[in-house]
């Protein structure tokens, strides 16, 4: 299971951390960020590897930041320099054996 925390509103500009525990095993695994925005498909966002390699949509490269602590499975995304159009719910995610997903989160920045 994933258990995902932070989000809310921030101005433009201003930043924001989430982050995700996963309980679902004590193996690292591969785990990932997605947002959905209204009337939108859900897009990846940030992924990071078992092996901690790190990979990001363009759209926020150069100002997100996906991390884990330590050898734990608990994912933080640091979100920097937010825009409008980052506005969305934001879900982790990871997959073993089946996909899980958190609970989403409420990401709103205004203009």
């Known amino acids: 299971q994933l258990q995902a925390s932070g989000g809310g509103l921030v101005q433009a500009g201003g930043s924001l951390r989430l982050s995700c525990a996963a309980s679902?095993?004590?193996?690292?695994?591969?785990m990932g960020w997605y947002r959905q925005a209204a009337g939108k498909q859900r897009e990846l966002v940030a992924i990071?590897?078992?092996?901690?390699?790190?990979n990001y949509a363009e759209s926020v490269k150069g100002r997100f930041t996906i991390s884990r602590d330590g050898a734990k499975n608990t994912v933080n995304l640091q979100m920097n320099n937010l825009n409008p159009a980052d506005t969305a719910v934001y879900y982790c995610?990871?997959?073993?054996?089946?996909?899980?997903w958190g609970q989403g989160t409420q990401v709103t920045v205004s203009s």
């Open positions: 679902v095993t004590s193996l690292r695994l591969n």
């Open positions: 995610y990871t997959r073993l054996g089946r996909e899980y």
């Open positions: 990071i590897s078992s092996g901690d390699n790190t």
